[in-house]
């Protein structure tokens, strides 16, 4: 597709956020049709998705299946009504399969297929065109286009690395120690290795589990007990009975501590803790709870691993399931924005208008980074329909 010189509104990511955001948009603003412009270095809808699903060999998702990018709650259960064994239980979770295709029959059913501009945003930087406040959008192929919005729905974070991981000494292959965003499962043969996996969330039972499959003797370590949570926020966080008292609360530290204690740091589902349980018993998987690690050297070839309690270990590869950072300021396409616009930021998120809107700009902010407005469930797929209900909601035209 060829850039516009100015359009109506950009939109930076072409995730499930942005693609949910299009699809409510013209539902009830058809006008926008013509003028958005939706930037991402794949090219494609709901790239990156595919492969981490792909990667970390995820069978299907943990939200249920009225969670999803069409305004329609009931459409992906209509679309997969001849398919039911994809509909996973407790809660028809839909398997990845059913999911991904149902996504690309959005995108044509909304004649989506050539919003996607192959290229990555470097900058947003806030101008005046023909008297009135704009942005300019930069690109990383030298391009640029102006824009009268902008919306930020591009995930956002940044990969956390632990203390250790930081101070290793030691040279070492740069595939025997990886964070979880850059493990990809398809292909790998792991046969007679050994795996630590570190973390306590459903991606480090996922990698596991992927590990085990492969052939590799597992051992997954993490600070706390394992915690199993059918979803990774309380499903009364997706409607009024919690939303309610965290929308009242006008403090914003207080408002960022609710949010901690719902997500309550990671859990896995009971499905995989069935499975990561079977293969313990079957001594081909080791769970070291509160267990944290102290230091980590490459010797010889393998890993030499030291933890608080004593204990060391052995191992070929380190998978690091540490999650990901969200803070703003670490946002480099919005280094202009945060200059003009200062605003208020809480532990990494900045506190935006009711719509999601940031101050003094009409730029949007979708996912993890809304969190102080959307609530817990932000990131979530459940999150994205919050997020544009509120964005749509704001737009005049």
Known sequence: MSLPVQTKMAIVGAGPHALTLVTHLLQKREKYRHKIIVFDPSGTWMSQWQQQFAAQDIPHL?????????????????????RLDELFPPYDLPGTKVFQEFSQDVVSRWQLEDKVYKSSVTNIAPIT???????RVELDDGNSTIAHQVVVANGGGKSQLPEWAKKISTP??????????????????????????????LTSGHLALGALKRGANVALMLRRKLKEKLFDADAGWLGPKYLKVFSAETDWQKRWQLIQEARDGGSVTPEVMTQLRRYQHQNELSIFEECQVVGAEFVGDRWQVKCDD????????????????????????LKEVLHTHPVKIINGLPVLDEYLCWSGCELFIMGGLAALQVGPVARNLSGARMASTRIVSALKS
């Not at 065109?129 to 942005?135: L, V």
């Not at 052995?314 to 990901?324: M, N, P, S, V």
Request: aromatic fraction near 8%; charged fraction near 25%.
């Open 62 to 82: 943990r939200s249920p299946v009225v969670h999803h990018p069409d305004p329609d709650p009931y459409s992906l259960r209509r679309f997969a009504e001849h």
């Open 129 to 135: 065109y023909r008297g009135k406040p704009n942005f």
């Open 172 to 201: 070492y292959p740069n595939e025997s120690l990886c964070h979880s965003n850059e493990v990809d499962l398809q292909g790998l043969r792991l046969k007679g290795e050994k795996v630590l996996v570190i973390g306590g969330g």
């Open 310 to 333: 004593g204990m060391t270990w052995e191992c070929d590869r380190i998978w690091l399931a540490t999650g990901t950072k969200l803070d703003i300021i670490e946002q480099p396409i």
